[in-house]
């Protein structure tokens, strides 16, 4: 036997084994993800706008659901989300510097809900934010 089809009968036994079996079966499969960038929302106190904060937003897709289906309705989602920063701004009481994270994820939850299907998007993890300014919370 020569060496070139020694090389190949080895090469073939140690890959027969676990490397050949499919990865979904070994590890489960993990949430899909998509990233959602550059949105401006204000924080309005005392009916005035205080600063900007420019958000990224991760968020996490339930089972079952395409990642095509939330791309093509991400200016939607874009659109409801600032619209909700206008109606009831993510202000924090002690810091214009940044949004409630809580009040965000829960507002784009349902307007995923609404426009995408129940159980789109699970969870929505800021991932930064950025101030326009760095300012401080002054008495209204």
Known sequence: ?????????????????????????ETPAQPVSFNLTGVGLPIIVGGRVRNYIFV?????????????AVR?????????????????PFVLADDWNQVDAEALSASLIRSADALIGKGAIIRVEVVSQAAR???TVRAV
Not at 3 to 25: D, E, K, N, T
Not at 78 to 85: E, N, P, Q, S, T
């Open 1 to 25: 036997m020569n060496r070139r089809a020694l090389i190949l009968a080895v090469a073939g036994a140690s890959l027969s084994g676990p490397a050949l079996a499919s990865p979904s079966a």
């Open 133 to 135: 300014r760095r300012t």
């Open 72 to 88: 093509a309705k991400e200016p939607y989602l874009r659109d409801a989300l600032v619209r909700a920063g206008h109606r009831t």
């Open 56 to 68: 990224v937003l991760k968020l996490h897709l339930g089972q079952g659901h395409a990642l095509d």
